[in-house]
């Protein structure tokens, strides 16, 4: 490859990893992890990013060395099939409900957020993934990464926009201000949030670190790739504490502090109500609904990506005939949980099994021929995610209700891919 190519193509993957790792989360949930922690959970938050992006660039190394695409390495060397079906179950679920979230951020006003409407936009939006993972063929990665520009772009002039157009109402800055600025003392629950929002903020659990593997070759340079992809992602996120802030200038002191302090309903509940917060200026209302849809577009183009792949190498068919089975499982499934709190409890078994499916992704560099000090790397930020992954358990299943099922659909997936190996046909050089 000429060096102009790999200068283009570092870049294209550079902003491919940065709109990957850039989801719903960084715009409306950063924010509030930052208000409510203030300076101090915010340099915690730095400290877990750079340890999970390290992690992401050493399993892409991995790969890479290995010589094996991801799914082969998992199949004929690690001998885990069962760790690659269940990333690919957790695809489904995350898809099933997630495109109806990224579709409503342009669409809510017409379909409203009802039943319904989940439905319709995420049939819409299973269409536009479909002709793209299908049609583009070798320009889906081009695609992906010129969207995850527009969005850098969108985000970058939505941030300017609200600081220009919206009045500094003292009052409500200073107190949104102070709560950013504020060094409040280190908490576990501090500490608990500052690594799952690092988890989010990476993107680790859906196994495209190692896709990223099996696409490069020596000449890539992953930790630039993806330091740089996550450090994008980072300031996306600080550029949304910018945009959530002078939006609540226009709401209410209360409804400030609901969104800081009211933990993912808050955040939910404040998004929603933009359109009536920001009610008055139309054009800042597009602008951040835009920067949501693309942020919601390039995770979930990469996602589809990789159960795609998984589907293609495990099945041993086409890649138009995955595309179509990934689409209409997912879809199947995303009929089922159209209903709002459905979709909500899908939400949070995604959460509870990721946690986990991040150590399977990690898997192979705790195994792998590494340095023992990359290896304690990969072991310490796996008991993180364990950690993590079992709070979560907890907190979803003491709920109760609906949010049972949120425990036992991740608990199944967790299981099988630890213990499904021997219910998984071993096709490729598994001897069997």
């Known amino acids: 490859m000429p060096m102009d190519e790999m200068k283009k193509w570092t870049l294209y993957i550079t902003f491919l990893v940065a709109g990957f790792a850039t989801g719903i989360g960084s715009i409306g949930l950063f924010p509030q992890f930052w208000m409510e922690y203030g300076m101090t959970g915010l340099i915690v938050h730095v400290l877990f990013l750079a340890l999970f992006t390290y992690l992401a660039i050493l399993e892409t190394e991995v790969v890479m060395k290995s010589g094996y695409y991801f799914v082969e390495l998992f199949q004929?060397?690690?001998?885990?099939?069962?760790?690659?079906?269940?990333?690919?179950?957790?695809?489904?679920?995350?898809?099933?409900?997630?495109?109806?979230?990224?579709?409503?951020?342009?669409?809510?006003?017409?379909?409203?957020?009802?039943?319904?409407?989940?439905?319709?936009?995420?049939?819409?939006?299973f269409a536009i993934v479909f002709v793209i993972i299908t049609r583009a063929k070798e320009k889906t990665f081009v695609i992906m990464a010129g969207g995850s520009l527009l969005?850098?772009?969108?985000?970058?002039?939505?941030?300017?926009?609200?600081?220009?157009?919206?009045?500094?109402?003292?009052?409500?800055?200073?107190?949104?201000?102070?709560?950013?600025?504020?060094?409040?003392?280190?908490?576990?629950?501090?500490?608990?949030d500052a690594a799952i929002r690092a988890i989010y903020g990476v993107g680790l659990g859906f196994a495209f670190y190692l896709m990223l593997g099996s696409f490069f070759n020596e000449r890539f340079n992953a930790k630039l790739i993806i330091?740089?992809?996550?450090?994008?992602?980072?300031?996306?996120?600080?550029?949304?504490?910018?945009i959530v802030v002078y939006s609540a200038t226009l709401a209410t002191?209360?409804?400030?502090?609901?969104?800081?302090?009211?933990?993912e309903e808050g955040a939910i509940k404040f998004m929603g109500e933009l359109p009536q917060i920001l009610a008055h200026h139309p054009l800042l209302l597009a602008l951040i609904a835009i920067s949501i849809f693309f942020a919601?577009?390039?995770?979930?183009?990469?996602?589809?990506?990789?159960?795609?792949?998984i589907a293609e190498s495990t099945m041993k068919i086409s890649r138009s005939k995955a595309a179509t089975y990934l689409t209409a499982l997912a879809l199947g499934l995303g009929i089922l949980d159209s209903p709002p709190s459905i979709a909500d409890m899908?939400?949070?078994?995604?959460?509870?099994?990721?946690?986990?499916?991040?150590?399977?992704?990690?898997?192979?560099?705790?195994?792998?021929?590494?340095?023992?000090?990359?290896?304690?790397?990969?072991?310490?930020?796996?008991?993180?995610?364990?950690i993590a992954g079992l709070g979560a358990f907890y907190t979803?299943?003491?709920?109760?209700?609906?949010?049972?099922?949120?425990?036992?659909?991740?608990?199944?997936?967790?299981?099988?891919?630890?213990?499904?190996?021997?219910?998984?046909?071993?096709?490729?050089?598994?001897?069997?």
């Open 227 to 242: 330091g740089s992809g996550i450090f994008i992602e980072f300031i996306i996120s600080v550029l949304s504490t910018v």
């Open 76 to 125: 004929k060397v690690l001998r885990k099939p069962a760790m690659v079906l269940a990333f690919f179950i957790v695809i489904v679920m995350f898809l099933s409900y997630y495109t109806a979230n990224v579709m409503l951020s342009l669409l809510s006003p017409v379909l409203g957020t009802g039943t319904i409407g989940r439905l319709i936009a995420k049939v819409i939006m």
């Open 346 to 386: 899908m939400l949070k078994a995604v959460t509870i099994s990721a946690f986990f499916t991040a150590i399977y992704e990690a898997y192979p560099v705790m195994v792998g021929k590494v340095s023992s000090v990359n290896r304690g790397i990969a072991v310490f930020a796996s008991f993180i995610f364990a």
């Open 396 to 432: 979803y299943g003491k709920i109760g209700g609906v949010y049972i099922l949120s425990a036992i659909l991740a608990a199944i997936v967790v299981l099988f891919g630890l213990f499904g190996n021997s219910l998984v046909k071993r096709k490729v050089g598994e001897g069997a």
């Open 296 to 309: 919601g577009l390039t995770s979930i183009l990469p996602t589809a990506e990789v159960g795609l792949q």
């Open 253 to 263: 002191l209360q409804r400030l502090t609901q969104y800081a302090y009211g933990g």
């Open 151 to 192: 969005f850098v772009i969108a985000v970058i002039v939505t941030a300017i926009a609200f600081k220009v157009v919206i009045p500094e109402n003292p009052a409500y800055l200073n107190t949104a201000k102070s709560m950013v600025f504020s060094w409040p003392g280190i908490s576990f629950n501090m500490i608990k």
